[in-house]
Nanobody, 124 residues
Framework: QVQLVESGGGLVQAGGSLRLSCAASGRTFSRYVMGWFRQAPGKEREFVATISWSGSSTRYADSVKGRFTISRDNAKNTVYLQMNSLKPEDTAVYYC?????????????????WGQGTQVTVSS
């Protein structure tokens, strides 16, 4: 089991950048598929990006492809989400998630552990 703590959220103007971090406790971090999801007010939580154990494989939602980059540092038990060219529609609470499976899942029910979330607000 891992515990996840996100950081790096904040307020940014449209076109700007932010980097989110998710620090994980536990010695088995490298065996988890990691993902980022987001939830805007009044909307369901949606998939953003996911990364394999080694970091060699990634998958992105169409809405963020080419703008966001997911990466991980297993030595630091941390996964990152670099967000560039931010848009007002990217405004949401961003959640880090961990899956004990091997599939790069895009559904919330494919993930076993969740962080508390970090707010990202993009102003126009």
């Amino acid at each position: 089991q891992v515990q996840l703590v996100e950081s790096g959220g904040g307020l940014v103007q449209a076109g700007g950048s932010l980097r989110l971090s998710c620090a994980a406790s536990g010695r088995t971090f490298s065996r988890y598929v990691m993902g980022w999801f987001r939830q805007a007010p009044g909307k369901e939580r949606e998939f953003v990006a996911t990364i394999s154990w080694s970091g060699s494989s990634t998958r992105y939602a169409d809405s963020v492809k080419g703008r966001f980059t997911i990466s991980r540092d297993n030595a630091k038990n941390t996964v990152y989400l670099q967000m560039n060219s931010l848009k007002p529609e990217d405004t949401a609470v961003y959640y880090c998630a961990a899956s004990r499976g091997i599939v790069l899942g895009i559904n919330t029910n494919e993930y076993d552990e969740w962080g508390q979330g970090t707010q990202v607000t993009v102003s126009s």
